[in-house]
């Protein structure tokens, strides 16, 4: 039987200032990761985009994966107002222009500095939606209630929840009960039999294959999912199928 | 032996070499929902991807009641002999109901551990009521699982643990967790300074290359496979080794070869 392919959501470049143990700073040592657990595609974004500057990250990405045809830009934004970022009238065209795939916000005093609420950041979030931008959010840095008001007011945009992890369902089930545009990154997402218990109550459409590489390894993940008890068509949906289907929608 | 990227990318079991799970627990959890966290759940995922013993400690035991908890884990060893072994959970905070439960426990010949969970018992490692524990343990030359953290956990740190099995050359201590996502630097370094710990796989973000560190640094003899079933799925846990860049022979070391050098399982 053909290996399942596996395009992953969320990876990264740069050099991390508190690394976990490796220092695989550079596209080539991220597609050894890659090569190693069997994933074949990847997001990226920038470490200096989360803990330097976006824009500078976002620029030093650019050059990064330059030639790296299995790696794909993801940006992280602020809101224009600053003058930091462009204006929302002219976001999208740059995004794509720039060929970028996904966007990642980190929102908070600690972290960069604004708000999601409509009077900060709705300019921004207006045209992500409108056009379907994938935004990834991390669930370390936002809270759930960020996340209900932003699936409450947006429904075209796809709110993809990455570090989620086994301790999060009690949060996530209700949400996926209201809301179509929610989808969860599987890199900490390990409670025993979570992926089967989700794809049975909310099929297999919520999920998209993430690793945290080259933070965490991928082999775990990978096996999750090979692994898993769902069907083989399940299985593609999560390890590749689902964001596919998103980046096409964009 | 199998072709283990193969094997894993088929989604097939392993069955060709022996899996022990080392570090293992059981039942549901107050702050999470965990589908499968039932005895015959767990044993589902097992055979999944090929696991074919687990020591586990009811994580009832650590957060509420060592004795229901240890009630909990008799009960799966009795409904799944030969798959399922017991860890034997005591507290600090109970040094005579410790006692007994360790003399109660451990005269099941499927009970082969003691668990201790300094962080959800508010229990120094090196509070003086574990002296008693500890001096049962050493008698007897036996594993000793410690829940461990690098940042953040004034009761199991990395450091209390060195303490304490400096002090325990006799008792084999299982580093839980191996200091958790960014301890893997100090839990190599304890490693190398005292022979009797052993160090443990068990997490959910799993630094990348992580095996690989360890069997270079420690040596492949001291790495121990483990998966924190039911809190995490057992078959992640799988891919981290039998895909690390490691010998074939490291593998089958880690998976259980090691854990089968020291304990017997009946």
Known sequence: MAKVPFFDCNTSVGRAGYPHLTDNQDAAGLEREMEIAGIEEALVYHVAAREGHPPLGNALLEKEIAGHTSLYPVWVLLPHNTGEMPHPDDLIGELRQKNVKAVRLYPGRAHHGFTLADWCAGGMLDVLDAARMPLLLDIEIVSWEDVFALLNKYQRLPVVVSNCSYRHNRYLYPLWERFDNLYVETCRFLGAGTIEDVVRRFGAGRLLFGSNMPQYTGTAIVARITYADISREDKEAIASGNLKRLLEEF | MADFFETVHEGRPITDIEI????????????????????????????????DKAVVSATLSFDTDIVLGNDMTIQALAAFPGRMYGACAVSGNYPEISLDELARMMANPAVVMVKVHPWSTRCKMNDRRMKRIYDFA?????????????????????????????????????????????????????????????????????????????????????????????????????????????????????????????????
């Open chain 2, 138 to 266: 050493a008698e007897r030359g036996l594993f000793i699982l410690v829940h461990t953290w690098l940042d953040g956990d004034p009761y199991g740190s990395q450091d209390l643990f060195a303490a304490v099995a400096a002090d325990y050359p006799p008792i084999k201590w299982l580093m839980g967790h191996s200091g958790g996502p960014y301890g893997s630097v100090r839990a190599v370094e304890i490693a190398q300074k005292l022979d009797n710990v052993f160090l443990d796989l068990t997490l959910s973000m799993c630094p990348a290359q992580q095996v690989e560190y360890f069997v270079r640094e420690v040596g492949a003899d001291r790495v121990l496979f483990g998966t924190d079933n039911p809190f995490i799925d057992p078959r992640p846990q799988i891919g981290r080794v039998a895909l690390a860049r490691i010998s074939d022979e490291d593998k089958v070391k880690i998976f259980g070869g090691n854990v089968r050098r020291h304990v017997r399982f009946v």
């Open chain 2, 20 to 51: 022990i799970d080392f570090h293992a627990h059981l039942g549901p959890y107050y702050n999470m929902h965990v589908p499968d966290a039932d005895a015959p759940a767990m044993i589902r995922n097992m055979d999944r991807c090929g696991i």
